[in-house]
C-alpha cells in the first residue's frame, strides 16, 4: 500500500472583519492559542469548544508554532483593538455605580 501525500487547506480562516476563525466554527484562532499557552492539552480544548475538531486544533498550535512572530503580533493587535473597544463601552457607559443604579431599577420594579 502507498501513502498519498496530499496537501490540505489550512482549517483557519479570514473573516472581513480581520478575526481568524478555525475550522468552520466561530472560535478564533487566538482562543485556542491562549490555552495552549495556558498549557492545556489539544484535547482538553475540543472539550471546552466541542464545535472545533481535534485535527484543526493541532493544525491551529502547528501553525502558531511555525509562525509563531506573526501569530504573535496578530494577537497583540487583537488585544489592542478589544482594549480600545472596552475603553470606549467603559466611556459611554460608566461602570461606576453599576451596582447601586440596578439594584435601584429593581427596587423600582418590586
Given amino acids: 500500500m502507498t501513502l498519498a501525500i496530499v496537501t490540505e487547506p489550512a482549517p483557519l480562516e479570514m473573516h472581513p472583519d480581520g478575526i481568524i476563525r478555525v475550522g468552520k466554527t466561530r472560535v478564533t484562532l487566538d482562543t485556542v492559542i491562549a490555552a495552549f499557552l495556558e498549557g492545556v492539552p489539544a ?4 472539550d471546552r469548544y466541542p464545535s ?4 484543526d486544533v493541532y493544525f491551529a498550535i502547528g501553525y502558531y508554532l511555525r509562525h509563531k512572530e506573526e501569530v504573535d503580533a496578530y494577537i497583540t493587535e487583537r488585544e ?7 475603553q470606549e463601552a467603559e466611556r459611554r457607559f460608566s461602570p461606576v455605580g453599576i ?3 440596578l439594584l435601584a431599577r429593581r427596587n423600582q420594579h418590586e
Wanted: aromatic share 0%; glycine share 0%.
Fill in 52 to 55: 472545533l475538531q481535534l485535527a
Fill in 99 to 101: 451596582r447601586d443604579r
Fill in 80 to 86: 489592542k483593538i478589544a482594549a480600545e473597544i472596552r
Fill in 43 to 46: 484535547s482538553e480544548i475540543v
